[in-house]
């Protein structure tokens, strides 16, 4: 069914049992959830499935190290049982990673250490492997890059890293296969709420922002699943929400991320330093061929869709990154640079202007007008939201019981591989398609490559089977070149723009994504 079908048929009089509003991480998982329940499922995403915060994270799937310092365990428990089931049910594009805490004080090896054994303790038969304490000859031959200056030795530990917007591309497929209808560049303009024979009912009222057109469509539960925006939809529901709910759900923070060549640190392992000058952590962890350096964790009052980063959080990674390897990071040296928001949970005793404060713990609150809305959390956890969103709905008969658990063992789209997974460290290629290569290489152009891991083919694949729309959609989220390269994206960007034309016969918006690729540099992005 092509886009205008779809949207054919969402059109058409019929009651869906639950709309979603919001394809990022958390609402591709309620989409999926629900509808290996047997639910009707229509997902709206007003731009790219997972177009803003979920494409823009450090890349990891974790328990938390940083929790664990603050004594979170039961949040660090949860999530150490959610990896191991992404790891399972998407190995093709969640893989194990180790990590390695560099020490240059005597106490650092034992003090980390210790906390880290904990970690392993928690994770239970959920580990991926043993936490071990390297003399300064293994960190060195672990961390090849890493500063040797004073260095004692280190802690070795295991965590996972994932391809974020793939991950969310096979649950929106994932979604559809089971079921629900999915579909990007679709805006939601209002809820309203309406009075049916079984029940209550909500109005959707939707603007088709490639084609122009608007529809509507009913449904029975709506969730807003919209991230850092999810207060801007509780403004564009009817009747209002009481003045008793919060007013505000979400205060935003944002991560920046640096993306340099893998020469600064060729191994396979991550390094993480756990206290920086100011406290935070850094990461410095090997990604589709290249090195990703973060993040940061600012407070910001206003919600961008393209943030960009301040000029001192870029000074914070370069500086700092320049002190854990043994050659200085430049400006210069930047391939791509990345901002993404954070849907911190607003707490009223929050310390003005602090992040540090506020929990990263997911909240749902469902409004007097039947709205649901679920925001925080990460990405790690998608899965356990989703469960606890579907239990509220229930709880508030919103939707009538039906068992669920299925989620935690369905395969997710190409994970039905026959050989073992190449490392997510490796440059990018069609094994990241998984058992859904065979499929690509159907496409026309094969044979055709355009660079950074890209085929004809591959482009093909997303206009015909992944929703892709335009030239962002392939080089952000279906490759992630622009992530990875961002001169390199804006070099393919015409290549690909053809051969969107070809299969879509729409506007691919070349320019719009020229404009974006020079603001992933660093000349046009530090404010």
Known sequence: MNRSQLIESLSRECVYD??????????????????????????????DFAGGTSSRSTKLLHGGVRYLAQ???ALVREALAERATVLRIAPHLAQPLPFVMPSYKWWQTPFYGIGLKLYDLLAGSAGLGRTEFLSRAQTLQALPGVNPDG???????????FDDARLALALARSAEAAGAHVLNYAEVKAVRQLSGSEGPLSLVDVTDRRGGGSFQLQARCVVNATGVWVDALRDHTQPPANPGTPSRMVSPSQGVHVVVDRDFMPGGHALLVPKTRDGRVLFAVPWLGKLVLGTTDTPRKDLPREPDAFAEELEFILGEASQALSRPVRSQDIKSLWVGLRPLVAAPAAAEGSTKVLSREHTIVVDPNGLVTVTGGKWTTYRAMAEDVLERCFASQLLPRRAGGQSATHELKGAAMASPATPLHAAPGLHLYGSDGVQVNDCPGQDNALGGGLTEAMVRFAARFEHA?????????????????????????????NILQQELGTDPALQSFLDLSARYL???NAI
């Not at 992630?480 to 393919?492: M, S």
């Open 151 to 161: 260095l004692r030795g280190g802690v070795k530990y295991w965590d996972g890293q």
């Open 469 to 497: 729309q335009t030239v962002e959609d392939v080089l952000a989220r279906r490759s992630r070149i622009l992530f990875l390269d961002a001169a390199e994206a804006a070099r393919l960007a015409p290549a690909v723009a």
């Open 18 to 47: 639950l709309a979603v509003v919001g394809g990022g991480a958390t609402g591709l998982g309620v989409a999926l959830d629900a509808a290996l329940r047997g639910f009707s499922v229509v997902l709206l995403e007003s731009h």
């Open 522 to 524: 660093p000349a046009s």
């Open 71 to 73: 004594g979170n365990l």
